[in-house]
């Protein structure tokens, strides 16, 4: 039996099954202090009474991905209280002593979506999460892609287009980049209401359209991936994946070698995607 964790700044998700696409039990615990957190998710599996073969975590961030660095599966620094250096996979591995694959939660979602979900047919997926930040994973052939650490990109620089007003964007690190653009506290703060709370006719739909067209246009072009999913609070939006999907295809030029095999698409897996991907990342575990 397999023991995913999809750990959250709001709440823990846990399952145990068999398998990624057969959870037997699951539990949400809010996320306090680590200490309290980690010992609630620890004991909740230790009660369940199975004998786990291996742990998968898909964790918020930032993390340490780099399994030769000291500091492997700790949350680095965040603005979370208390959270900062915590040992996730450390803690369970030595509760447990199974096992432990620890990865991001964008990129435990896009292995669940590419696995089970939007792109079980296709060889190459990206997942972008547009909600309170943005985030996303790429995978190839079954494995996600990491390099340096991993992917970031929500923090692309979109193209200003001319009729932009020339709002200066709420990324900390970067003014407006694509989170400082599209994510949900970049519209708020733009235009005093969720996109979803805006009129149709607002020229806000465009926008966001806009600069989320252009990042699918230069995914396929740099990464070729089949599938771009789309997720998130933002992308609950009536008609934005539509104009997303159009606009992608416009900004391609018919230029691009194998467009006809990509697509923009929403989420099959909502909202168990992280932790379906937990599990994968459980079953990699096993597998070594
Ligand atoms: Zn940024």
Not at 151 to 172: M, S, V
Not at 227 to 247: C, H, N, Q, S, Y
Request: charged share 15%.
């Amino acid at each position: 039996m397999f023991g995913g964790i999809e750990a959250g700044g709001t709440k823990f998700v846990l399952a145990i099954g068999a398998a990624a696409d057969n959870i037997e039990a699951q539990a949400t615990i809010a996320t306090r202090a680590p200490e309290e957190t980690l010992a609630e998710a620890a004991d909740w599996f230790s009660a369940s009474g199975v004998q786990l073969a291996a742990i998968g975590i898909a964790s918020f961030g930032p993390v340490q991905l780099d399994r030769s660095a000291p500091d492997w599966g700790h949350i680095t620094s965040t603005t979370k209280p208390g959270w900062s250096g915590c040992d996730i996979a450390g803690y369970f591995a030595k509760r447990f002593a199974v096992p432990v694959r620890f990865d991001t939660d964008v990129n435990g979602a896009a292995l669940a979506e590419y696995n089970f979900g939007a792109g079980h047919d296709a060889d190459s997926l990206a997942y972008v999460t547009v909600g309170t930040g943005i985030g996303g994973g790429i995978v190839y052939g079954g494995q996600v892609v990491h390099g340096a650490g991993h992917p970031e990109l929500g923090h692309l620089y979109p193209k200003r287009p001319a009729q932009d007003d020339g709002f200066l964007g709420n990324c900390t690190f970067h003014g407006d980049c694509l989170e400082g653009l599209a994510s949900g506290p970049a519209i708020m703060r733009r235009w005093g209401r969720a996109l979803s709370d805006l009129p149709p006719a607002h020229p806000a739909h465009a926008l966001v359209a806009e600069y989320l067209a252009q990042t699918c246009h230069s995914l396929f072009a740099a990464t070729a991936v089949e599938r771009i999913v789309l997720g998130g609070g933002v992308m609950e939006t009536p008609g934005l994946l539509d104009r997303i999907a159009f606009r992608t295809r416009a900004l391609g030029r018919n230029y691009l070698p194998g467009r006809e095999k990509q697509s923009v698409v929403a989420p099959a897996l909502n909202p168990v995607s992280g932790l379906v991907g937990a599990m994968i990342l459980a079953e990699e575990a096993l597998a070594g």
